[in-house]
């Protein structure tokens, strides 16, 4: 009977083939755009090519995966989030 191994990184993300989604989404367009070289062309050295460029940008992004390498973005939050109503005293003539 097989065994199946539990999923005990849920928080890191979700991984196809060792990809992030991102990543994974990179990597299904390069190989869409290289079956499209493939049925255009009639050259044996675009298809040897194709192949090579495909599996040579896979182990860039696994690379690129593991060191998970992160953007500085700017905090759009702030850091903390309150209901409380603040002291705004409203000025009324009568």
Same mark, same amino acid.
């Given at each position: 009977? !097989?065994r199946?191994e539990?999923?005990k990184? =849920?928080? !890191?993300g979700?991984?196809? @083939?060792g990809?992030?989604?991102?990543?994974?989404?990179?990597?299904?367009? &390069?190989?869409?755009g290289s079956?499209?070289?493939?049925?255009? /062309?009639? /050259? &044996? @050295?675009? =298809? =040897?090519?194709?192949?090579?460029l495909?599996?040579?940008?896979?182990?860039?992004?696994?690379? =690129?995966?593991? !060191?998970a390498?992160?953007?500085n973005?700017? !905090?759009?939050?702030?850091k903390?989030?309150s209901?409380?109503k603040e002291?705004i005293?409203?000025?009324?003539d009568?």
């Open positions: 009977m !097989k199946y539990v999923y990184n =849920i928080r !890191k979700a991984m196809i @083939w990809l992030p989604i991102s990543l994974f989404a990179m990597m299904m367009l &390069l190989i869409l079956l499209l070289i493939i049925i255009f /062309s009639f /050259s &044996l @050295w675009v =298809i =040897i090519g194709a192949f090579l495909n599996g040579t940008f896979y182990i860039v992004l696994t690379k =690129i995966a593991r !060191k390498i992160t953007l973005i700017v !905090k759009i939050f702030p903390i989030i209901n409380k002291n005293q409203y000025y009324v009568y």
